[in-house]
Every structure is written in structure tokens, then in C-alpha cells.
């Protein structure tokens, strides 16, 4: 029953921005059996007149006199309500003032939300409740049929109204600012460690199956480590110290991830100088985007979820291998296990010839 006025709200805002409307003012008829909409105009239901149907007003002010009847909804965005008639259904007013006069008589509730103060005078009877500021509402978590995975429902906006708007609206700004943070913070430490970050991502490529395997054992080891250490008083700082710790080395790994996924795509654009700075930034910011974005779609969400975990996973066994990226994991075990050259054959010594006897001088050339 209260989220009725809600649900009329959103529809008749919808019909009123995609449909062509021409604005009505109150001249003294009464008005027609479908309701009215009102652009940008004051309106004034007279004493004694009915109205059949639902009244929406934008940008203007709405004087209902006394005796005067709605037969529906009063809804005002930008505008004040001045009652003194009977309204049937709800009276709900988003940026202006509501004044129930002692005559005053609304049978369904009163919303008074988004800059609006609400007076009401001894006198005046409200049937279904009063409702002011905007409400914070948080998502709320579903089931899925036959799916055992909780995901975040998508915002309802046909259920908590202003409110709800308005929380998707403060979550969507931070999740893009948390976005632009991690690339920017993944661009300066590609700036400050460019050969560290550099080794994390080859580690990635050239020893994919250890980086995962290390690194889904390097957080499992780290999550029951931070547990056990949490239930004891005085461990705790450790375990605070421990969880940090895995944070830093997860997100060393994901900006390496990042940094590598920027240098190949800019290779691929044909840049001419690629500096890590960009690469880093340009890939991390990708790779966050692509995995928010999938994790946020209801549809996709669990392949989101399973980019994510593979990526950390990647990116922490890489960190762990490479020991925050000062030793190369890769070229060192390549090397180890590389087959030595087999020895060649040492030749076989050569005996130097005997140099030739001098030739016997002849008897006769030695008797003359």
C-alpha cells in the first residue's frame, strides 16, 4: 500500500517525458476524466470542483480550495501544494513545500521528499501516513532458482522511489571513482617500480599454471591464517598486518596483469613509444572496467566473478613467484631446467714430426 504511490509516480513520470503534452491551466472548467499534466504552470482547483484522475505538475504550484475533490494522486515535482480539498489517493511533492490546510483530507499518504518541509494545521487528516526526507535504502541480495550464488538484484526504482534513485546514483559515482583510482594508482607504481611490474607480468605469460596454482594456495594459506590469528586478542594487529599484506600483493598483481594487457593492446595500436606509465594505467583501467561491469550485469555476474578470481589468482601467484617482482621467475627455471649442451670430444694429441737429418757431406769434397 505504500509503494503504490511509487509505482504511479514512475509511470506517469515516464508517460509525461516521452509523451508530447500540452500544457493545461486551470481557467475555470472542470477538468477532463483522464487527468491532467502540467508543464511549467500554476494550477487551482476551484471550490466545488472535481477532478477524475490523477494531477501531475512540473515546475508550478498546485491550490486546491476548499471543497474541491481529486479523484486520484497529487504528484508535484518542483512545485508547492496549498490543500484545502480532498484528495482520494496520494499526495506526493519533490522539491516545494506541502501545506494541509485544517480542511485538508488525504485518504491515501503524504510524501514530502527532496527539499521539502511539510505543514500541517490541526485539522487536516492524513489516512495512510506522512513520509518526509529521501529514504537510504541499500541493494538488497537475491536468490537465484536453483542458483546457490547470491547476487545483487538490479536497482529497483519502481520500489523505493527518490531514494532508491538516488543510492544507485551515489554507488555508480563511487564505483567509477574507485575505477579511476586504481588506474591511476597502477600508472604510478608501473612509474615508480617499471621493471618489477614488468617481471609480474611475464611470470603471468611465461608460467601461467604455477601463478594460479601459487596463487589460489597463497590466498587459501592467507585467509585461514588472518581467521586464526583474528580469534586471539593479542594477534589481531598481526592479523590486521597479515590481511594488508595480501592486499598490496593482490593488487600488485592485478596492476602487473594490467600493465601487460596495456602493452599489448598499444602494440597493437601501433604506438610509437609505449611508456609504462600509460601501458599500466590504459590496461588496469580495461581490465577493471571489463570485470565491474560484468560482475554488475545480473545476467553475467558469475562470469564476472570467475574473471576476477582468475585474474587474482594470476596475479597473486605472479607476485609470489617473482617475489614482488624483483627475481624473474620464468627466465631463472627456464634456465635450470634447460638440457646442457652435451661436451664435444676433446681432440686426440698430434705428435710433432722429427725434424730431417742433416745430408752426409762427400769424402771428396772434404779431401779438396
Not at 213 to 241: D, H, K, N, R
Not at 325 to 352: F, K, L, N
Not at 354 to 367: D, I, L, N
Request: aromatic letters at 6%.
Amino acid at each position: 500500500m505504500r509503494n503504490r504511490w511509487i509505482i504511479r509516480l514512475i509511470v506517469l513520470l515516464a508517460a509525461g517525458l516521452l509523451l508530447p503534452v500540452t500544457p493545461a491551466l486551470a481557467d475555470g472548467s472542470p477538468p477532463g476524466d483522464d487527468g491532467v499534466i502540467i508543464w511549467d504552470e500554476d494550477y487551482t482547483l476551484e471550490e466545488g470542483e472535481r477532478l477524475d484522475g490523477d494531477l501531475i505538475v512540473f515546475n508550478g504550484d498546485v491550490t486546491l480550495e476548499a471543497d474541491s475533490h481529486v479523484e486520484g494522486s497529487v504528484i508535484i515535482w518542483n512545485g508547492n501544494a496549498d490543500v484545502e480539498g480532498t484528495i482520494e489517493e496520494d499526495l506526493v511533492v519533490s522539491g516545494g513545500d506541502i501545506h494541509l490546510g485544517e480542511d485538508a483530507t488525504v485518504e491515501g499518504s503524504v510524501v514530502c521528499s527532496w527539499n521539502c518541509d511539510l505543514e500541517q494545521e490541526e485539522g487536516a487528516r492524513v489516512d495512510g501516513g506522512v513520509v518526509e526526507g529521501v529514504p537510504q535504502r541499500s541493494f538488497r541480495f537475491e536468490r537465484w532458482r536453483g542458483f546457490p550464488i547470491s547476487v545483487p538484484s538490479l536497482p529497483a526504482f519502481w520500489v523505493s522511489g527518490p531514494g532508491e534513485v538516488l543510492s544507485w546514483v551515489l554507488s555508480a559515482i563511487r564505483g567509477v571513482v574507485a575505477i579511476l583510482v586504481v588506474a591511476t594508482v597502477a600508472g604510478l607504481v608501473a612509474l615508480i617500480w617499471p621493471q618489477q611490474t614488468a617481471q609480474v607480468g611475464r611470470a603471468v605469460v611465461e608460467a601461467p599454471g604455477p601463478s594460479f596454482g601459487f596463487g589460489l594456495l597463497a590466498a587459501v594459506a592467507a585467509t585461514v591464517l588472518i581467521i586464526a590469528l583474528a580469534l586471539t586478542i593479542c594477534l589481531s594487529p598481526v592479523a590486521a598486518l597479515t590481511a594488508l599484506t595480501l592486499g598490496v600483493a593482490g593488487l600488485f598483481g592485478w596492476i602487473g596483469i594490467g600493465a601487460l594487457v596495456g602493452e599489448r593492446l598499444l602494440q597493437a595500436l601501433n604506438a610509437r613509444e609505449i611508456a609504462p606509465l600509460w601501458a599500466a594505467g590504459l590496461g588496469t583501467l580495461l581490465i577493471t572496467l571489463v570485470s565491474a561491469g560484468l560482475s554488475a550485469a545480473l545476467c553475467l555476474a558469475p562470469l564476472g566473478w570467475v574473471l576476477i578470481f582468475i585474474i587474482g589468482c594470476l596475479g597473486l601467484g605472479a607476485v609470489v613467484l617473482t617475489r614482488f617482482g624483483t627475481t624473474d621467475y620464468a627466465t631463472s627455471t627456464s634456465a635450470e631446467h634447460r638440457p646442457s649442451p652435451p661436451t664435444p670430444p676433446s681432440p686426440a694429441p698430434v705428435e710433432a714430426p722429427e725434424p730431417p737429418e742433416p745430408p752426409e757431406e762427400e769424402v771428396g769434397s772434404s779431401e779438396t
